[in-house]
């Protein structure tokens, strides 16, 4: 079933995070017209999706993430008419626009929520989700995502609301008929506008009812249920509801951002038959480097053995059951070469292998900003050149509260700070990268006259033109998008290859995942008559045995062979 034909199964998607994309009116913020400025750049990349970071209205405490209203757009990026032309002139270039979609939690300074803390018999107060404390006691002992207790006292009516990200992030409630309703209003009036699909922000916390202790089973010494309790008993009635009553009516795209997902849970929400949602994007290979049990902050290295068996994990499980979303990076992560390549010497060699490992699989394969011209972490001196509320809080605490070391944990926040990936996106070599004419709102990352997009595109044998390349492959090999996934060399500590079959086509993918050089062995369960190299990191790769050769720093190689 999950072997049929359809455009985001063969297409490959661009995130914009738009507050460090292009500014064009020098105010030191991103704008929708800057993104208009760098649309043929995206179409001379290839990508055929764009997939657009929150641009509603929002005072920001989470970058657009709490948004305020959500028919309007932020100032800061422009009107809706500005917006309409992105849209159109998106469209006019053939690429398709996915907007994110925010709906676990709004803004506290959305109407509803304004609404909502006036008094207990208010028309939204249901909106959100409350429980009685006391003064100084929260209904549970839940952390948010971003520290702290997961509650807040609201003065007027005495109670707590529940905000598992920002105080300012307020969590809505989905058990209510009446918000659900008004939340597919909201997502119809962006579809009739034309828009191809949603990126659905942390969807599966919507329904948490079962892990909402009340205050009297909390206060009786109850074991109280942790927060971050995902896929709750409703969530996937929602999404069906939301799949009848909107989704089913456009021919677009959804995936739905799913923190702690198994691939057992993710094929209930991408099965097509289930009618719920396209594809997930899942995060258990973006915890292979931590500490089991602990936070993201506590660093370990990654093992390359749990990386293949990870991966090929949700690459077998998903067969023909779901859909897989490919990605290294996003708005949320640190940048990929930096984190599993090499940044240093082997940076080039070492971005375009990882970009072949992940583009070769099977799944929808999603780029974020500057990762096709392999942007790095950055290292700012201190705390205060961070943005951050994620960071910055975890800094507070861990600093000043818990006693930590700050030089360890400013070396937590240059391997894991989501600022690494918001750093402004780096054009040329002119001051600020190129990026804005003022004074931008996070600082460049001092890299940018050797990591640029006018550099990479004047030379031909740069990231960009690999990422390029592999998606101009995508669109010439059927293979590369249906093909079966098969993993070898399974216990090889250096080398992470496999092979994809579709009819009497194989496509075989070597990688060496490390600056060693080593050794490898075609297995003999292999055969073939031909093969064709398609793609490689290097411009001088020749081998005239394909059963055994010696791959160089990082190397990376597909052939496509015939039986
Ligand atoms: C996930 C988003 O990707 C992240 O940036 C945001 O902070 C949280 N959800 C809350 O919306």
Known sequence: MSQNKKWWKESVVYQIYPRSFMDSNGDGIGDIPGIISKIDYLNKLGVDVVWLSPVYQSPNDDNGYDISDYQEIMGEFGTMEDWDRLLDEMHKRGIKLVMDLVVNHSSDEH???????????????????????????????WVGSFGGSAWEYSPETEEYYLHMFSKK??????????????????????????????????????????????????????????????????????????????????DIMTVGECPKVTPDQAELYTAEERNELNMVFQFEHMSLDKQKGKQKWDLKPLDLEDLKQNLSKWQKQLEN??????????????????????????????????????????????????????????????????????????????????????????????????????????????????????????????????????????????????????????????????????????????IFAYTRQLGDEMLLVINNFYEKETEFELPSSIQFRSGELLISNYEDHIVSDLSNFTLRPYESVVYQLKK
Not at 116 to 135: E, H, L, V
Not at 238 to 250: A, G, H
């Open 169 to 250: 992030q307020p969590d809505l409630n989905w058990e209510n008929p009446s918000l659900r309703n008004d939340i597919y209003s909201m997502m119809k009036f962006w579809l009739d506008k034309g828009i191809d699909g949603f990126r659905m922000d942390v969807i599966n916390m919507i329904s948490k009812k079962e892990f909402l202790p009340t205050y009297e089973e909390y206060k009786e010494g109850n074991p109280t249920p942790l927060p971050y309790q995902f896929n709750g008993a409703s969530v996937h009635d929602y999404l069906q509801e939301m799949n009848r009553e909107v989704l089913s009516k456009y």
């Open 321 to 494: 059951r779901g859909w897989n979303s490919l990605y290294w990076n996003n708005h949320d992560q640190p940048r990929i070469v930096s984190r599993f390549g090499n940044e240093g010497k082997y940076r080039v060699e070492s971005a375009k292998m990882l970009a072949t490992l992940l583009h070769f699989m099977k799944g929808t394969p999603y780029i974020y900003q500057g990762e096709e011209i392999g942007m790095t972490n950055v290292r700012f001196p201190g705390i205060e050149d961070y943005q951050d509320i994620e960071s910055e809080n975890m800094y507070q605490e861990r600093v000043h509260e818990l006693g930590y070391d700050a030089e360890e944990v400013m070396e937590s926040i240059y391997a894991k700070g989501r600022d690494n990936a918001r750093t402004p996106m780096q054009w040329d070599v002119s001051e600020h990268a190129g990026f804005t004419k003022g004074t931008p709102w996070l600082k460049v990352n001092p890299n940018y006259p050797e990591i640029n997009v006018e550099s990479d595109l004047e030379n031909k044998h740069s990231i960009f033109y690999h990422y390029k390349k592999l998606i101009e492959l995508r669109k010439k090999h059927e293979i590369i998008v249906y093909g079966r996934y098969d993993l070898i060399l399974e216990t090889h500590d250096s």
């Open 111 to 141: 109407a509803w929520f304004m609404e909502a803390r006036k008094s207990k018999d208010n028309t939204y107060r249901d909106y959100y989700i409350w429980r009685p404390g006391t003064r100084d006691l929260p209904p549970t002992d």
